[in-house]
């Protein structure tokens, strides 16, 4: 009698445990923060203000109108963050009923000191003269981007730079393939040709084989 009783008191006491282990869901720990985040003085919002969960590297935009809504667990403390504004944090309260929670988070407008800067004069009106006349003003990414895209230079580049290995083998093909059709006879000769001396007449006259001095800033 009393090792049934003690098996029936064994039997209800896991029974019990099992049911409180079942009835805590692991989603229980894990609560929705919709808010808004705005200024403590104004109560305008703070767009673009972070919200980050700290020590788990997971985090949150807000909107333009400082709304923003993120998951996390009971307990956890949220960061926020924003340029030109003190950081805030907010710890989520353990005991905290159910999933949801709303919230309005206010900042503080934080003070930047600029480092000290010292505007001085040159030293006389020739000075100035010569600094506008001679110093070298770096490039900016436009003035690069139209000098590299110059037609002048990129025409010089044609000319200059070695063929890779596609175009030599083309330029090799092209060229059996050119003595292919001559195959077995002698090929022509334009130095007898009055159309070439012709045509090299008339590049003489345009001044097609001048030489010309390269100036990189032609237009």
């Known amino acids: 009698m009393n090792k049934l009783l003690y098996r029936i008191l064994l039997f209800s006491g896991i029974s019990v445990l099992g049911y409180k282990t079942y009835a805590q869901s692991p989603t229980d720990g894990i609560v929705q923060i919709n ?17 980050v969960v700290k020590n788990k590297n997971r985090g949150v935009e807000a909107e333009y109108n400082g709304v923003f809504s993120i ?7 949220l960061e926020f963050s924003s340029v030109g504004y003190r950081g805030k944090e907010f ?3 353990k005991e905290l009923v159910g999933q949801y929670y709303s919230m309005i988070q206010l900042m503080v407008q934080d ?5 000290e800067t010292i505007i001085r004069p040159l030293p006389s009106k020739e000075a100035f003269d010569y600094a506008f ?7 900016d990414q436009y003035e690069v981007a139209r000098k590299n895209t110059d037609a ?22 092209q060229k059996q393939a050119n003595e ?3 195959y077995g006879q002698r090929p022509p000769m334009n130095i007898l040709n009055p159309i070439a ?6 590049a003489w006259k345009r001044g097609d084989y001048r030489r010309k001095k390269y100036n990189p800033y032609r237009n």
């Open 111 to 115: 003070t930047f000191y600029l480092p």
């Open 91 to 93: 710890a989520v309260p």
């Open 180 to 182: 292919a059709v001559y």
């Open 133 to 139: 006349k001679y110093w070298h003003i770096p490039n």
């Open 71 to 77: 998951v996390c667990y009971k307990g956890d403390t």
């Open 35 to 51: 808010g808004v985040v705005m200024t403590a003085d104004s109560l305008r919002a703070v767009p673009g203000a972070v919200v």
């Open 197 to 202: 001396w012709g045509e090299f007449f008339e």
């Open 152 to 173: 002048y230079l990129l025409r010089m580049l044609t000319y200059t730079t070695p063929l890779d290995g596609r175009e030599a083998q083309s330029r090799q093909l």
